[in-house]
């Protein structure tokens, strides 16, 4: 078993798999844990479902958003907390089988694939079950690659100075970006700061600088990535894909650490089936697409939203839809259907709990289409 990419979604997949037996092999260029590019939030209850408490570092219930014209407080009907990004890995990794008997992490460029070998800047690595989970530029896809600016992809970049904070805050305002929001969260003895756009050819580092030298901030640690905001299939020629390789990013919101883990958990879902004999890999690959697939309305209306939101900035509707999120009534019915394209109660049962595929018969399975 291979998974290219040791963040979220790899992640992830590894440990649905663990105590499955299966002998599960990750890649990623860096080690486990480095190159934070995200303001690393989600949903509490995601949180708690995983177990990874421990890399917590502020809880959060409700949010603050500013427009040009107004200030607004949003209830949560559910808390929302920041955590530490190495921290969090570590536990994953801790649960996927920690680099024992079942889960190795190694240290490789991915470059490519023919068939079901993998190249490296190390060597060639083949498998019969692969898994993408290396990010937007979808690197084991043989088809035609996306580039920015011509391409389906938000921008976002964030500093993180030194510093502490009890709110939770968001921008939708131009004078920061034209056609997206700008935010700035708490994470105990840091604040993550940053600007996002939906127009991938629209620069950000200038406005980010700005907001955080508006809140009395240096620009310190600077991060970023390109953000997909569209599905893009997820599997091909016998491939699986997830999270953003998968576009499973969240358009409008730009979330993708969420998804990223739901979308992981049932790839290793799937990727268990298979070597608990129950399905065939083809079969595992057309039930984890059409899973992944079925998402799409819900995808598309974020992403109309998100036109739709780009478009009105300048003016006064915006603030007009701020004003309506006060009403503890709307931002808890919004809020609870935005959770609930991938809520918590998904992970279910901690893979260790569960039955391990008797050694004779992993070894006489043919892992075919």
């Known amino acids: 078993m291979l998974v290219c990419g040791a963040s979220f979604a790899g992640l992830a997949v590894a440990r649905e798999l663990a105590g499955s037996g299966a002998k599960v092999l990750l890649l990623d260029r860096y080690e486990l844990g480095e190159r934070q590019t995200s303001a690393c939030a989600m949903p509490t209850g995601w949180v708690d479902a995983l177990e990874v408490g421990g890399s917590e570092r502020q809880r959060f219930d409700k949010l603050v958003a500013h427009t040009p014209y107004r200030t607004s407080h949003w209830s949560l009907p559910w808390l929302y907390s920041t955590f530490d990004y190495r921290e969090l890995c570590?536990?994953?990794?801790?649960?996927?089988?920690?680099?024992?008997?079942?889960?190795?992490?190694?240290?490789?460029?991915?470059?490519?694939?023919?068939?079901?070998?993998?190249?490296?800047?190390?060597?060639?690595?083949?498998?019969?079950?692969?898994?993408?989970?290396?990010?937007?530029?979808?690197?084991?896809?043989?088809?035609?690659?996306?580039?920015?600016?011509?391409?389906?992809?938000?921008?976002?970049?964030?500093?993180?100075?030194?510093?502490?904070?009890?709110?939770?805050?968001?921008?939708?305002?131009?004078?920061?970006?034209?056609?997206?929001?700008?935010?700035?969260?708490?994470?105990?003895?840091?604040?993550?700061?940053?600007?996002?756009?939906?127009?991938?050819?629209?620069?950000?580092?200038?406005?980010?600088?700005?907001?955080?030298?508006?809140?009395?901030?240096?620009?310190?640690?600077?991060?970023?990535?390109?953000?997909?905001?569209?599905?893009?299939?997820?599997?091909?020629?016998?491939?699986?894909?997830?999270?953003d390789s998968a576009g499973h990013c969240l358009p409008l919101t730009a979330e993708g650490i969420r998804t990223a883990l739901y979308f992981g958990l049932a790839c290793g879902r799937e990727l268990r089936s298979v070597l608990d004999g129950r399905v065939t890999r083809a079969q595992a690959l057309a039930r984890y697409g059409a899973f992944s697939a079925g998402h799409g309305r819900k995808y598309d209306s974020l992403f109309k939203l998100q036109r739709a939101i780009g478009r009105m900035t300048p003016s006064r509707a915006v603030t007009a839809l701020a004003l309506a999120f006060e009403s503890r009534r709307v931002s808890h019915w919004a809020f609870e259907h935005y959770l609930a394209i991938a809520p918590p109660t998904f992970v279910g049962v901690r893979p260790s709990t569960l039955g391990r595929t008797p050694p004779a018969r992993r070894a006489a399975m043919a892992v075919t289409g």
């Open 90 to 243: 570590a536990l994953l990794w801790d649960q996927a089988g920690a680099g024992g008997t079942e889960s190795e992490l190694e240290i490789a460029t991915v470059t490519g694939r023919e068939g079901f070998t993998v190249h490296t800047d190390r060597g060639d690595v083949s498998a019969p079950l692969i898994v993408d989970a290396l990010g937007w530029r979808r690197v084991l896809s043989n088809a035609a690659p996306i580039q920015p600016p011509n391409a389906t992809l938000s921008r976002g970049l964030e500093v993180h100075p030194a510093g502490a904070g009890e709110e939770m805050e968001l921008w939708i305002d131009h004078r920061y970006i034209r056609s997206g929001y700008s935010w700035s969260f708490p994470a105990h003895d840091e604040l993550r700061v940053g600007v996002g756009s939906f127009w991938p050819e629209h620069h950000v580092k200038e406005p980010t600088v700005r907001l955080a030298r508006d809140q009395g901030l240096p620009a310190d640690g600077y991060q970023g990535n390109w953000i997909p905001h569209k599905l893009r299939a997820a599997v091909e020629d016998g491939v699986f894909f997830t999270g």
